[in-house]
Structures are given as C-alpha cells and as structure tokens.
C-alpha cells in the first residue's frame, strides 16, 4: 500500500499514527506541496481535491484522512479500532467529523498561520479553540478514551492537531485530562511520532 504523504501535514500523520498503532506496512510516498505536486498530474489523477494524503491499495485510491482511516481499520485492522456495529461506528464517526471540523478549523487552522504562514483568519481559529478545548477536556474527564472506552480511530483523528497546537500558539496545558488523554495515546505500543510532537 502507498500512502502519499508529507511529515508535517498533521491529516497525513493521523494514516502513519493508526498504521503504526495497528501493524500496518505502508509504503510512504513524499508529495512537493512546496512545489505545487498536488496541483498537478499525476498527482490529480489520484485525488481531484489536489490534497493529501491519498493512499493507494493495489490500485483501490482513497482520499481523506478521516476515510482513510475507516477503509485501514476494516480492511487491515480489526474490531478493536472499528466496531461492526452501527453505534459504535456512529459513535466514532461523531468523533471523525470533530477532527475534521472543529479540531481543524481551531488548532489545525491557528498552526498554518503560526507555523506556515498561510493568510488564514488566525483570530477565528482562536475563538474554535478556546470553545473547544475545554469540551475536549471535559470529555476526557469522563472517559480514558474518545470513544468505546479503548483506543479506536477516533484517537487517531483527534490526536494530531490537539498535540501539535502549541505550534499554532494554541496552549493546551490548562486542560489537564485532555493532556493525560494525549500521554495515553504517546503510551500505546507501536506508537510514533511526527515533528513537533513533543
């Protein structure tokens, strides 16, 4: 399997966190963003949208780290990281679009302004952030996991971007159990890490 990939995309290391997590081989591929290969053949052949990461299953192409994560989790993974049942998996897909929504807009987005210098409204990702993070800690105050009560893709989703804030100035030291949900996580066999995760 090729996943294409770049180190410091948080969305491509939540694919490079869950496979590691649960024993899968991936063949990483490097995508110049810098150089504009995303925006270009062949490159738009895999993926339109012109995003990573896409990964590539002996010819089966999946975009999106959210979908990418679900597809692993069935085909390679086990029932541990994805229930068959219909409200686990809902349950968990709550938690996926949180990641690619409020985790994104909030901590994601204030790291490409801070870090990359993307002409983002850093403002905005502030106020997400400040709203959720005491959520996120909430949740975590109740539960060791995000969903199911053991770790699932959900962790993985969610992981990224909450532990790579500080590089969009996005302190999240105040919130203890988010913090000691995130130590849990940096504790599971088989778990790497990405530049700046500390």
């Known amino acids: 399997m090729k996943l294409y ?3 410091l995309s948080g969305n491509c290391y939540k694919v490079r966190l869950f496979a590691a997590l649960a024993g899968i081989a991936l063949e990483r591929v490097a995508v110049d963003l810098m150089g504009g290969e995303h925006k270009r053949g062949p490159f738009l052949e895999l993926n339109p949208f ?3 990461p896409v990964l590539d299953d002996a ?3 999946v975009r999106d780290s959210q979908a990418i994560l679900v597809y692993l989790a069935n085909r390679h993974g086990d029932e541990r990281w994805w229930p068959k049942d ?21 901590p994601g987005r204030a790291r490409l302004a801070d870090k990359f210098g993307f002409p983002v409204d850093k403002a905005a ?40 804030a500080h ?10 159990d988010l ?20």
Request: net charge negative; aromatic share 8%.
């Open 125 to 164: 990702a502030e106020g997400v952030s400040a709203r959720l993070l005491p959520l996120l800690d909430a949740h975590f105050a109740r539960h060791d996991w995000a969903a199911l009560g053991r770790p699932t893709i959900a962790d993985c989703a969610l992981f990224p971007y909450l532990a790579l």
């Open 86 to 106: 219909a409200a686990g998996q809902a349950e968990i897909v709550g938690w996926l679009a949180v990641a690619a929504h409020e985790v994104s807009d909030g």
């Open 5 to 7: 990939d770049l180190d």
């Open 50 to 52: 012109g995003q990573i």
């Open 179 to 198: 913090c000691r949900w995130m130590a849990r996580i940096k504790a599971l066999p088989g778990f790497v890490a990405m530049p700046g995760i500390r």
């Open 167 to 176: 590089e969009g100035g996005i302190d999240v030291t105040p919130h203890g």
């Open 59 to 61: 010819g089966h192409v």
